[in-house]
Each structure stands twice: as C-alpha cells, then as structure tokens.
C-alpha cells in the first residue's frame, strides 16, 4: 500500500481538550491530516462539531477527514457512556465487518500512508476508545505503529 514500516500513526480524544490545545497537539506531533472517526461528528463542546473543527484545522494546516464508518454504532457508544468497554468493544468489531466498515478502513490506510496522520474520537483514553481498536486494524494491515497522544 505505499506504507513505510513502522510509520506512527497517532490517535487522539478530545474530552477535556480545547480546540486550540488540540491543534498545538497534533502541530507538534507534524499530523498533516486528522481523521475524524465519530459516527456522528457533532459535539455539544464548542469547536468539536465537524465543520467547526474542519475550518480550525484548515487554518492550522491540517486537512480533515471524517470517516463516518469507522464509527462506533448507538449501541456501541451507550455501552461506553455506561463505561462498559468490553460490550463497546464487542459491537464495534462487529460493525468492523461490514463491508462500509472495511472500505473506510482501507482509505484510512491510504490516507495515512500519505501523509502522517491521526484518528480523532471523543474518549479521552485511547484503550477505552474504538480508536484503538482501529488504529490496530491498520497497524497489523499496513505496519503502522501507533502513538496516542493526550492534548
């Protein structure tokens, strides 16, 4: 796929961020391009909501990309509101093979192999996100390492 062993690919979650202490994050880590993976990219918190956060980045020199089916399903995501990461997680794999699921993988895997990149969901701990689960698809398909990081 035109990936270089052993690439970083970061990940990242915006609870308790700022906008700004987000995008200082991702500068100084040189992320080109933030993949959004919410199912839904809409946030109660100012400057989250998808067309919010696209202009910020765009103005930081960032490109922005949402992958909506790299998103975790309702169900999934009130299994993490509840703080139940084992049921999130099982939903999520499941979601993980549908065919959608798998064709967002594989342009993740692209853009990422591109420029360096990072995938972006609420969670702030990347264990107990769906980011991880993720970001290790594309680590064992296309040799990423990956690097959380905490803004």
């Not at 993976?37 to 809409?42: D, G, I």
């Not at 703080?83 to 342009?107: N, V, Y």
Request: with cysteine.
């Amino acid at each position: 796929m035109g990936c270089v062993p052993n690439r970083i690919l970061f990940t990242i979650g915006y609870e308790k961020a700022t906008p700004d202490g987000l995008i200082a994050t991702l500068q100084a880590a040189g992320v080109r391009t933030l993949i959004d993976v919410r199912a839904v990219a809409a946030s109660r918190r100012a400057g989250f909501a998808k067309k919010a956060l696209a202009e910020r980045l765009q103005r930081a020199g960032i490109h922005y990309v949402h992958l909506r089916d790299l998103g975790t399903p309702k169900a999934g995501r009130d299994a993490a509101k509840a703080d139940d990461t084992p049921t999130m997680r099982r939903i999520f794999e499941g979601h993980m093979e549908k065919p959608e699921a798998q064709a967002a993988l594989s342009d993740a895997i692209r853009i990422a192999s591109e420029a360096p990149a990072c995938l972006l969901c609420l969670e702030r701990e990347h264990e107990h996100c769906h980011r991880a689960i993720v970001s290790a698809m594309m680590a064992a398909r296309a040799g990423f390492g990956v690097e959380p990081l905490m803004p």
